[in-house]
Every structure is written in C-alpha cells, then in structure tokens.
C-alpha cells in the first residue's frame, strides 16, 4: 500500500512533537473551561445549567405543557440524551429528579408523577417508572421561546439546534436556587422568593441606583423549600447580598407541646433547607445514646406528609428554649447555608456577583426579550399586512382574477405582472378558497389589516422608547407576580426572619443539665458530696467518724461553686457533677490539686456580679469580682498573693459599704468599703494593723443595717455601738465591745 500511495512517516503522522506541560496546560485549560461553562455553574440570565436548560426545552419540543397529559421519564430522558446532552441518562434523570423535588427547589420546574425521592433521602423510582410534565413556572421560562427572543446554536452532533439561553421570565437563579463545583470555583446560591425578587426588579426600574440596603428591604432573606427560620445577623445578610458571598444560619422550626400533669415534649415542625431526616434523626438518637444531649430522653419520627419530629425532655424542669439552644449546638438543627454567586454573566464568563448585580442582568436580559420579541411581531405584522394588500386586491378585481386564473396555464406571473404583486401576495391569492369570496371576508380583512397597523405602530413606537420598554417590562413582571404572590400557598413565605442569637459563646450549662436544687456539703476532713433539695437540717445526714460539716451551700444543679484556699487559690466546680448523696462523697483533694498543707477556707456558689473581699492573715486585701476567681483548671486559678508566712482567710461577700476586720487580738476597726481596690489578682492593701498575731475575720456590711455576727446556732447577733469602732483603714481599731464572739469570727456557723 505504502508502494501505491508513497512512503507514509514512521509514525503515521499522529505524533506531535510539544512540550509536556505546554500540552497538559492547553488540555487542562479546555476542560476547565468546558466544566466551567458547560456544566457547574448557572447563567445568571435564566438561571439554568446547560443540562436543566436541555430538558426543559425537550419536554416543550414534546408537547408536555403543565395541562398536558404526562409522559415516562425515560422517554424525555432519552430524547435528551440523543439529541441534545451527550452524557449518561443517570445524569440526566438525576437534573431533572431534583427539578421536580419540592423540598429541593423553591418553585418545582417538572410536574412529576410517581416516586421522586423524599427528604429522608430516599432514591427516586427509576425513569421507567415515573412521570413528568413542565410546570407553569417553567413555561414562564420558556414563554417566547418561538418567536426569535433568545439566540439558538448547533447541537453537540450539528444535527439540530438548542437555545443558547431561555427567555426566563422571572428570577430564576435566585428563586431556585443554584449548586455546583467547577474547576477553581463554585457556586451556592440558596432559593428565594419569586415575589420578593420581583418587588425587588420593579423597585429597580422605578430607581436603578438603589442601593443594596433598599434591596434587602424588600429581599430580606432565602425563602427555602423546607421552611425553618434564618437567624442571620443583618450585617451578615448585607455582607453577603453586598459581596456575592456568605451565608444564612438556619434553624428547625419547633414549638412546645403541653401535655397532662405538667409534662411537655417539643414538636418539630420543618427543617434546616438541605439536611435529610433520616440522617438528623439518627443524629439526634445517637447523640441521646451517648449522653451528649443529657437533656434529651428520647427523639421520635412521626412525620407523614408534614415533618413532626418528637424530642421528649429528660426532666420538665428543664427549660425548653434552652434544650434547643443546646441541640442547634450539637446537630444539623442548625445549619449554614452558603451562598457563593459564581455564576456566568450574558457574555458567559463566570462572574461573582451580587444580589444587584444579579437583578439588573436578569433585567437587561428581559429587556432584550422584550426587544427581540417585539421586532418578531413586527415581521409577522408585516408579513400578514403584505398579504392582506394582495388579498384585498382580489376583492377589487374579482371578475378579472378569476379570468386569468381559468385561462392561464401559469397563473401565478400574470398575476404578479398584471397587479404588480410580490411572489408572496400571489402565492396568497391562489391559495384562497372560494367560500373565502365573499363581501363579509373583505370587510373582515380590512378590519384586521386595521387592528394590525395599529398594533404595528405601538410596537414601533415601543422599540424607539427605552422609557417605554421599561414600562411594558414592569407591567410584564406585574402580571407574572400573581403566581407568585404571597396570598397564594405557591408564593407564601415559607422561611421565617428571626432575631440571631445573641448567645454565641458556649452552650450555658443550663442547656445540658436539669435544674433541681441541691445542698453541697463539703466536711472538715475535706469530703465533697452533693444532696438531693435543700436540707435546712443536716441532723440526718451521716459522716465519717469524727468528721462534721465545714461548709453547706444551698444551690441548683446548674450552679458553678468556688472554693477559696488558705494558699490564695479559687477552684471552681460544677454542682452536676459533684458526687450523689450516698455515702460521704469524694474528697476533695482528688477534685483539685491542693497540698495537705492547706484548707479550703470558703465554699459559695457563683453568682453573676458577685463581688468577694479577700484577705490575708497579716491584714491584706482588695475586692475580686467573683466572674474574675473562676478557674478552668484543676490547679485553680491564683487570686490573692501571699507574704512569706501568710495565709489566706477570709473570702466575704462585698454587698455593703462598711468593711469590718478583726484580728486575732480581737481588736475591730471599721472603714468605707470604697477605701480598697478592685483587683483581679494582687496582695491587696493593708486592711489594719497589727503588733501582735494578725487578723482573723473580715465582714462587710451596710451602715444602715449596722454591723452583726452569727453565733454558733445561727442567731444573728448584733454588735452594740459599732458606730464607736471606726477608724481609718490600716489602723490598729479598738476592743471588740462585750458579747462579741469568743472565737473572733463574724460567721460562728459551719459556713457558706
């Protein structure tokens, strides 16, 4: 063959000789080009991806209007497949299950019939099993499609033609919704509301400089498929329609459910936009499992056509808003939904945009609709008047037309040449019928070249205003809006605005542990244990031998507790978590790292702007604010800084304006609270003075309340003519007066 034909090269002539990455680059850019623009991401003009824009132009091509009768799937899909989108019918079938999923999309494209998935995530039936049809709202996308609005080009195999892009005639990339991964880039855009969107459109062309802010009055949100509530802050839903990109928290819409003997349980009612229920559901079950939602006794599913999902409280105590607050913390209750507006603008270069950007080019696409439409109808107008001239000419000439037509072998040119006709009039003419001939269908033929000279000189005086064309567009949306509207279910409101969480630090520990009251009890060989209600009487309850109570603290399970050392350490401890009430408890040792060298001193429960005065045994001390001593560590958290010696001994409550010290020699000075400093950490200032021994108890009380103390029965007991014991601060004060405690301490009790 080589010897007919000449001598073919070595390598057949298929080797090209290229630098490896210059041949990769090339490949590479190509079909990321191709993935960018023929597959992942949306146009913003209609808002559909090549596939979605291929079914629904094919289901049209069909005849499977939204009051047409419905077809198998698989036969759209296949028609698909052969003509238009060279790709696996999966795929294809996949596009158009989701364009029919109401809980995918926000205004569903494909009428479907049979089993399309649900939103437990479920699979759709196989195509030869379902049955579709376009809905309303996708006609509205393809409403024009005939008449010249949009371009068309080749198919993949030059056999037929497609529509570059469709008429779209409402905000389809923002009302459905987009997602998809391209290369380098994606995109994310949630759905909205079509209403909204096109209050939003009308505002625009009423006043195109608005400004973003004006927008978002109108377009506050996604309105989502799935309902739920978006407690997105305004700054983020600014940021994110300003920019392109951001996102929306979203929440379960949930209510309480009153139930008999003061039981409640909580009903959940819609869920975060693309999170399948099954999935939550098994979440939440584990979640109770593991014990991570401590709350939580038991999750039942019992939705139906309506989501109804049952949370059952562990207690009734509990509260529910905060049992939410812990369970939007730890599941898919609470999702983000990202919104990324990559999309490919009219000249179909992938753009970040938006929510403006997004809304002028859908307009300018209509605009250009509109045009393209109008001169579509002006053709038709013109080409129906020139026919309608030649018509007319018969009726004036009848007797003479029939002559020629009986006489003449070719009619047709002596016509033309005799009534100087275009080919088309006389082609007209010849095709007329002779019922056709009569007066009535003259008058009713000048009555409509009327009717169109008139409509002809509208549309005219419509392409040569711009005002105009905006005008039509807007009365256009107008009508469009009422299958949208908010009265009807279809354009409803789905997705409520509620307030963002002004909690957005750590879940309380409210959230996770039932209030109940407690009475902590911490015994003087240092045993930790917490009991059941408050015990105003601690006569039944049992300790070690030779061990009693030091310290008893009435509190609720939900409390934080402090505990302050004689070595000027505060340790912190959760109530829930302290041991039950049988047998003595733990020690304490165990809890904290503190040396047997020194004691706890006092034990309270935390409250929000407590203030505590600490001092040291040789007379030192400031005000620590009680949010300041609380400590994350087992080794606590250092408050009070100690002299050589020195030990920590006191850690009294601030509420007053009077601070009483007493030292060992029990002598008592007084002076204003104001005098001493509030600090988180230090040594303090001197309190009094000393010569010998150093102080032993320091109090603060209000001066209209006059200064007490509590003797070992609990009985408050005042102090006489204590107005004569003040002095300035870090004097040596004056004799304690007669019937003051023996042991020199203000607080006779076992403490807390």
């Known amino acids: 063959m080589a010897d007919d034909f000449g001598a073919l090269p070595p390598d057949g002539g298929r080797i090209i000789e290229e630098p490896i990455s210059d041949a990769l680059a090339k490949r590479y850019l190509a079909y990321a080009l191709s993935t960018i623009t023929s597959r992942a991401l949306p146009d913003v003009r209609d808002g559909l991806k090549p596939v979605h824009r291929r079914i629904l132009y094919v289901m049209r091509r069909m005849g499977l209007g939204s009051s047409d009768p419905l077809r198998k799937s698989a036969k759209v899909v296949g028609d698909v497949m052969g003509g238009f989108h060279p790709h696996g019918d999966q795929a294809i079938y996949d596009a158009m299950v989701r364009l029919a999923q109401d809980f995918s999309v926000r205004y569903p494209l494909v009428d479907g019939q049979g089993n399309f998935g649900n939103i437990d995530g479920d699979n759709p039936a196989a195509m030869r099993y379902t049955e579709s049809r376009l809905t309303r709202a996708a006609e509205l996308l393809l409403e024009g499609i005939d008449e010249n609005a949009v371009d068309f080009r080749e198919t993949y195999d030059g056999q037929d033609e497609e529509p570059v892009v469709l008429p779209g005639g409402f905000p389809n990339l923002l009302a459905n919704g987009a997602s998809g991964i391209a290369v380098g880039m994606a995109t994310s855009i949630p759905p909205h509301n079509a209403a909204e969107l096109i209050d939003a459109c009308l505002h625009l062309i009423a006043k195109p400089d608005a400004a973003v802010e004006e927008l978002i009055r109108l377009v506050p949100g996604p309105d989502l498929p799935t309902g739920g509530q978006i407690v997105e802050g305004a700054d983020g839903i600014r940021e994110a329609y300003t920019t392109g990109r951001g996102g929306f928290r979203v929440r379960a819409r949930w209510e309480v459910e009153e139930l008999a003997r003061g039981q409640w349980r909580i009903l959940v009612t819609e869920i975060p936009y693309q999170v399948q229920k099954a999935k939550l559901i098994a979440a939440l079950a584990d979640l109770v499992e593991s014990k991570k939602a401590p709350l939580v006794a038991d999750v039942r599913d019992e939705s139906a056509e309506t989501i109804r999902i049952l949370i059952e409280p562990r207690s009734r105590t509990v509260e529910p808003q905060l049992l939410m607050e812990s369970l939007f913390k730890l599941s898919e209750l609470e999702s983000r939904v990202p919104l990324n507006m990559n999309v490919l603008d009219g000249a179909g270069a992938p753009r970040l945009m938006g929510l403006k950007d997004v809304l002028v080019a859908f307009l300018a696409h209509q605009r250009a609709v509109l045009q393209r439409r109008t001169a579509f109808r002006l053709d038709k107008i013109a080409a129906r008047l020139e026919i309608l001239t030649g018509l007319l000419i018969v009726y004036l000439n009848l007797d003479e037309v029939i002559r020629i037509i009986r006489n003449q072998d070719e009619p047709k040119p002596v016509l033309v040449k005799r009534f100087k006709l275009t080919d088309t009039q006389a082609e007209a003419i010849l095709n007329t019928r002779l019922r056709a001939l009569r007066k009535l269908e003259e008058m009713e033929l000048r009555k409509e070249e009327e009717a169109l000279k008139a409509e002809q000189a509208g549309l005219l005086s419509l392409l040569a205003s711009e005002a105009a064309q905006w005008s039509k567009l807007a009365s256009d949306l107008k009508e469009r809006r009422k299958l949208f509207g908010p009265e009807t279910s279809y354009g409803r409101r789905r997705t409520a605005l509620g307030e963002a969480p002004s909690e957005t630090g750590p879940i309380a520990v409210e959230a996770f542990v039932a209030k109940e009251p407690v009475t902590v009890v911490l015994s003087q060989k240092g045993w930790l244990r917490a009991l059941k209600g408050r015990l105003e009487d601690l006569d039944g309850v049992k300790f070690k031998d030779d061990d009693a109570p030091a310290f008893v603290v009435r509190c609720d399970t939900t409390d934080k507790l402090l505990a302050f050392a004689s070595d000027g ?118 309190l009094q003075t000393f010569v010998e021994g150093g102080l032993a108890d320091v109090a603060v009380f209000a001066a209209s ?27 040596a004060g004056r004799p304690a007066p007669k019937g003051f405690s023996r042991s020199g301490r203000f607080d006779d009790t076992l403490g807390g």
Do not use: C, Y
């Open 569 to 686: 350490r505060a340790f912190t401890f959760e109530a829930h978590k302290l041991p039950g009430g049988r047998g003595a408890g733990e020690p304490i040792r165990l809890m904290i790292e503190l040396g047997e060298e020194h004691e706890i001193i006092a034990l309270f429960a935390f409250e929000e702007g407590d203030k505590r005065l600490v001092a040291s045994s040789d007379g030192f001390g400031f005000i620590a604010p009680a949010a300041d001593m609380l400590a994350q560590k087992r080794g606590g958290k250092q408050v009070l800084n100690l002299s050589d010696g020195a030990r920590a001994i006191a850690a009294a409550q601030a509420r007053g304006d009077l601070v009483a010290s007493v030292g060992e020699n029990r002598k008592i000075l007084i002076f204003p609270l104001a005098e001493l400093p509030e600090m988180s950490r230090g040594k303090g200032v001197k």
């Open 705 to 731: 309340e006059g200064l007490s103390w509590v003797d070992s029965a609990a009985r408050v007991r005042a102090v006489p003519e204590w107005e004569n014991l003040r002095g300035k601060r870090a004097a």
